[in-house]
């Protein structure tokens, strides 16, 4: 694929208005073609941020009672609504929007006392997703949201008002599909609890990742292969509890040549991971940006076939495809600007949790 | 049953005990024609050939070939100095029946003079579907760069062996708490298969050793016990245990890098092996530890694995055995339930299990099982790689592929499919010289490969056939870089189970179901 990536984060945790990433991502808008846009936004629902935020898309009325059905027996909706949009010329075909905070219910916490809260929420997530029943939960984590439909992504940021809400963290990404149709549920961000990702590329692994994650019990419903990316994510960092820069490792491995240079420590280091975590490399061109709501963490596939540069402006770390997106929105300095080296991710971490609350509480 | 066995190798051999019956209304299988213009009656055909089907008459001064005695195993022409020996198919025309085929008379005509049940080497000949070929590799187009091995990394190295699930870190200071279990490391996804001591000559072993060597893989070393000689390739042999257990010791079992326990050969599935006592001379004796010329006769069944629980105990105590430093592999045949016996040997600690598919090879089986009993290893291997991942059990054992693997796209194909490499076996032996003339069982191999004789065991250069083995591997490793090149892959663990990348043509609906890859024309 094309397709057009960007990223922005606070790392004091001080939120701003969507309208900054709006701009950003539109500016290199020769890289998509107008099949999929989308944003993901962290800090956005500081009411309700103890809750678990579903968005969810309905192919009609009859999926939402549906659904609506089956959240009610396991959660309890705290609030529900349709989520807010305008009317935006070039937005056609779309689906119902609503969105959900929910609390899981103490009777199932109980039923499964095996399972944290975030496995009941995945198991729900992938049960409907995988029902076919014309109902996608686009996004479940925890004071964030994704915002995505099939247009250029100015456009879908304009449908969505981002512009009214603030964050701390923003996720963008334009689409140029090639592979996998262009439908709202496959636009990108992906997200699964407060995991998004935005991807441009294709992956050539994805046979054999998309089936390592199945034997985890993922469920791989949207018809694209960036979906593999974001559930590894889940995989390795909520269920194997590593940390992100051993996950960035398994991912993209060093080479074998390169382990055979390093010191021992290290090698039996990437020996092991590698040995174990064999197909969970992603093989192919891509540049991927990764938030968990706690940091973005952007790189590239193992040759660098696609494009990634960073910045740093004050407590503002930008991530994007192409220089001009993130001169659109900051100005820079020479020397600002720095392209991260294969095999380094670029890393803009909120200074500490604790921060961002204090931010959101005020 | 040994009588029967050599009541029909006596048929092929020929000789006098022909004289029984009055005529054999056998014909032979090939004409060798010589052009008396080119031959130089230097009797090198005469010298070559161990079937004795080149003599020289003193009295007529002249080289006479008897046509029933030829193999069609192309020695002598390869050898002759001036090209003057042709050996083609024999031109009898015999009535033309798509039932009652020349193939099937003969073997008819020869059971009706021996009584002796049909004996033959490598594998099956028959004309099965080859599905291999009906499977078609991926390449990337315009959206994904298609990637050029000799200007960019391309990784092969493949680690056989059980790994855990997931790794664990220390959460202070991220120091792995997890210990990997016993790995083979191979540079290229690609093993040498069992082959005996016995069946093979010693210098093919030596050839096979010193290629593992050299390529960073292994050989295995069949059921047939290893020389003294060899144990310096002990970081690149696979050591069998079976039904035998010839030349089982502890030197055995600590010189090698894995052990491998043989419970079934696809050219055999469900019997055990034979090797005829012509080739059990006073070295095989020694090293198989049952006197000279008699014939080594594996039991079908180990006599101590009744059941799945017996594997278990038989797979732990060569653990116990190897102090847990060494990979467990168990070789079975695919038959029918192979997905189901996967898992079960999975289950019982294996860490490595190896089918053998319906095209295995092997020195000497019975025809009717050859040709008759098994699957075809690609549905195997995809049924035993599905099998496994939806028990989530994949990871806790390796699979290797055997079973008429004949070129580099046959490995990728495999390893796409579920295969973490692949036995060869066939293709190694024709590499050394094998013509696969099929009559590895009569231990009179002219080109010195399957046989003990050493007026023919001389014919093997070890050097030299080591260098065309390490060629054959080279070769294959650069044309699997290739294709993974083109798929824009480059690490063959994105390859293992990548069932995407591969596409059926002219398959039926279930061989797809089966294989689980999607027909050609059909995108993600």
Known sequence: MGCSIAGIIDEKGNRFSGEEIIHAISKMYLRANGLGGGFAGYGIYPAHKDEFCFHIIYNDEKARENTESYLKHDFEIVKEEPIPTRTVKSIVNRPLLFRYFLRVKDEIKKQFYEMTQEDIVMRSVMKINAAQSGAFVISSGKNMGIFKGVGFASDIGKFYKLEEYSGYCWLAHDRFPTNTPGWWGGAHPFGLLNF????????????????????????????TDSEVILYLFDLLLRKHKLPMAVAHKILCPPL??????????????????????????????????????????????RLKLRPLVAARNGSKFYLASEECAIQEVCPLKKGDVFFPKVGEPAIGKLRSQMTADKKQRR | MT?????????????????????????????????????????????????????FDKAAN??????????????????????????????QNIKKNKNWTEKQLKELYKQAETGGILLTGMGTDKDYKIIWDHILLDAAQVTNPSIDPLREPMELRTYLGSKPDRIKLQITNYKLQTKLPPQLKLETPILF?????GAISLNTMRALARAADECGIFYNTGEGGLPKELYKYGKNTIVQVASGRF??????????????????????????????????????SRIRMIPTGTDALSPAPHHDIYSIEDLSQLIYSLKEATCYKKPISVKVAAVHNIAAIASGIVRAGADIVAIDGLRGGTGAAPTRI???????????????DSRLREEGIRNRASIIAAGGFRNSADVVKAIALGADAVYIGTAALVAMGCHLC???????????????????????????????????????????????????????????????????????????????????????
Request: proline share 4%; aromatic share 8%.
């Open chain 1, 196 to 223: 998004s990702i935005v991807h441009n590329g294709e992956i050539s692994s994805y046979g054999i990742n998309k089936r390592y994650l199945e034997e985890f019990g993922y469920q791989l419903t949207l018809h």
């Open chain 1, 256 to 301: 074998w040549s390169e382990i055979e240079r390093m010191p021992d420590v290290s090698k039996n280091f990437f020996e092991t991971l590698r040995i174990i975590y064999g197909s969970a490399l992603i093989n192919g061109p891509s540049a991927i940006i990764v938030s968990d709501g706690k940091m973005m963490f952007g790189f590239t596939d």
């Open chain 2, 3 to 55: 009588a029967d066995l050599s009541a029909a190798i006596v048929v092929v051999i020929g000789g006098n005990q022909r004289m029984y019956m009055k005529k054999s209304l056998l014909f032979p299988d090939f004409t060798v024609t010589r052009d008396p213009d080119k031959c130089i009656q230097c009797e090198v055909c005469v010298r070559q050939c161990a079937f004795e089907a080149h003599s």
């Open chain 2, 62 to 91: 002249k080289i006479e070939t008897d046509n029933s005695k030829c193999v069609g195993c192309l020695r002598c022409a390869t050898m002759c100095p001036t090209g003057a020996l042709t050996v083609s198919e024999y031109q």
């Open chain 2, 193 to 197: 298969s069992a082959m005996s001591y």
């Open chain 2, 247 to 284: 030349g089982v010791d502890s030197d055995y079992l600590d010189v090698a890098s894995a052990v491998e326990i043989k419970v079934g050969q696809g050219a055999k599935p469900g019997i055990g092996g034979h090797l005829p006592g012509e080739k059990v001379t006073e070295e095989i």
């Open chain 2, 370 to 384: 050859r040709d008759n009993v098994g699957i075809p290893i690609e549905l195997a291997i995809s049924a035993v």
């Open chain 2, 438 to 524: 099929q009559k590895c069982y009569t231990g009179k191999c002219n080109w010195g490969i399957a046989t003990q004789d050493p007026y023919l065991v001389k014919r093997l250069n070890p050097e030299i056939a080591a260098r065309r083995l390490v060629n054959l591997i080279k070769a294959w490793s650069h044309e699997i870089k290739e294709m993974m090149g083109g798929m824009g892959i480059n690490a063959v663990e994105s390859l293992r189970g990548n069932r995407l990348r591969l596409r059926g043509f002219d398959l039926h609906e279930n061989e797809l179901k089966i294989l689980d890859i999607k027909p050609a024309g059909e995108s993600l």
